[in-house]
């Protein structure tokens, strides 16, 4: 067992940590209080070469594995989990296509999304379908050489803002859920709008919206693998994109503790540093050691998937157990922090409500335990 990160990784980290502080953190407040989603963030990740991590380079991508992707999203949710998120999930896309899609899908979309600049996202989710994603109503129905795609998809990230969207549709409504399949839609066509754009109680640079489709006919090429296939591939992507999501739950915990530390040594009452009440310290060592806990958990399922492994449980257990970490350590930070935790001014705030989507998107907490219970009571 080695628990150390190679050089390269090392390397990866620093560059990671150096570019989340220098174009990341500056405008985390602002899009925040705005809602505006970061294009110019994105396109510098895809400069820097982030986007591309986990895909062949022979489609524009730039190596890596899923070790260094926690590395990198971690490193950016630190500083700014909407960032982190939009990464997180456009990085849904690549993976997808590279094992479901055919010679000719990664040719003609992968280099797009990794390295052409082009953002992606994943629909599932829709109204009446959430935790209970089978329960799917969306169409694409195949007439002639195309799919006429009827629907609505709810809740999607980068979904407003994306040249590609994956959509799971019901291709043989008659079959539930093995008549859904997985079909990629691009922006602009026509009978494919969006809907409402969410309001919400965090990661609001990352745009959540609302996808109307209304005979949306898109070309018979467009389906990823095999009709019948969506439930599977879906949650195949899920099962990586929780590793995502453990990414940015580690990352807001790691960066809460890092705020708490730094202002226990400043911050003076009782004619002494915070750091001299044993109360707080114990919060510390609390949130230390739930950190390190989450830490190596995300680390091995990454490391089970980056090695081919099976780990629907272990993505399961990283997800839970960091998200869960987040909201615990961001709201001792916030009180470590005493009333100006609870200010604007000061990053924690809006940590604490970060934290929160963290323990519902990509399966809630309660669907991870399904998930877990059912692997270890086989
Ligand atoms: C900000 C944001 C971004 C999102 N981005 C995307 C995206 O990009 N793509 C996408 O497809 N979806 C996305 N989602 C949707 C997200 O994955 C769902 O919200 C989530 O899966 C839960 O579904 P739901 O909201 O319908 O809740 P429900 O499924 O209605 O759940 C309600 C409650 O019941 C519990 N529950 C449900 N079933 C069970 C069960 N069997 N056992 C125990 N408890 C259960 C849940 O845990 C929850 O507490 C996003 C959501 C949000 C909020």
Redesign the pocket.
């Known amino acids: 067992m080695d628990f150390n990160f190679t050089d390269g990784q090392l390397m990866l980290q620093k560059v990671a940590r150096e570019f989340a502080e220098k174009e990341v953190e500056p405008i985390s407040a602002e899009i925040d209080k705005t809602g505006r989603f970061p294009r110019e963030t994105f396109e510098k990740m895809v400069e820097i070469g982030f986007t591309g991590i986990g895909t062949p380079v022979e489609y524009g991508g730039s190596a890596g594995n899923d070790i260094d992707k926690v590395i990198v999203v971690s490193e950016i949710a630190k500083q700014c989990a909407a960032t982190a ?1 939009i990464l997180s ?1 456009h990085s ?1 896309f690549a993976q997808v296509i590279n094992k479901f899609g055919t010679k000719e899908q990664k040719e003609k979309y992968l280099t797009q999304v990794t390295s052409g600049g082009s953002l992606a ?5 829709e ?7 089978g329960a799917a109503k969306t169409t694409a129905i195949l007439d002639g050489d195309e799919y006429v795609l009827n629907g609505t ?7 407003g803002q994306a040249q590609y969207l994956l959509i ?1 549709a019901l291709t043989d409504p008659s079959k539930g859920l093995k008549g859904l399949s997985c079909i990629l839609v691009e922006k602009g066509t026509p009978g494919f709008t969006i809907g409402k754009i ?1 309001d ?1 109680m ?2 609001n640079g ?1 745009e ?1 919206v609302e996808l109307i489709f209304d005979n949306c006919r898109v070309p018979k090429e467009n389906l990823i693998g095999k009709e019948g296939k969506g439930f599977m591939i ?1 949650m195949t992507a899920l099962d990586g994109a929780r590793i995502g999501v453990g990414a940015q739950a580690l990352g807001i915990s790691e960066a809460a503790l890092e705020k708490s530390v730094k202002y226990m040594k400043e911050r003076v009452q009782f004619g002494k540093p915070l750091t001299a009440l044993q109360g707080l310290t114990w919060y510390i060592s609390d949130m230390a050691t739930k950190i390190e806990a989450a830490k190596w958990l995300v680390y091995y399922a990454a490391h089970l998937k980056a090695t081919g492994q099976k780990h629907t449980k272990e993505a399961a257990m990283a997800k839970l157990n960091a998200s869960e970490t987040a909201r615990h350590v961001t709201n001792l930070a916030l009180q470590i922090h005493g009333g100006y935790g609870y200010m604007k001014d000061y990053p924690l705030e809006r940590m604490y409500r970060d934290a929160k ?1 963290t323990e ?8 991870h ?2 998930v877990i219970s059912r692997a270890v009571l086989r």
């Open positions: 998120a999930i849904i996202a994943f629909a599932l989710t109204p009446n379908a959430g935790s209970d994603a998809k709810c809740f999607i990230s980068n979904g799971f969410e919400k965090g990661i990352s959540t879906a989507i519902i998107y990509e399966g809630t907490s309660e669907i335990k399904l």
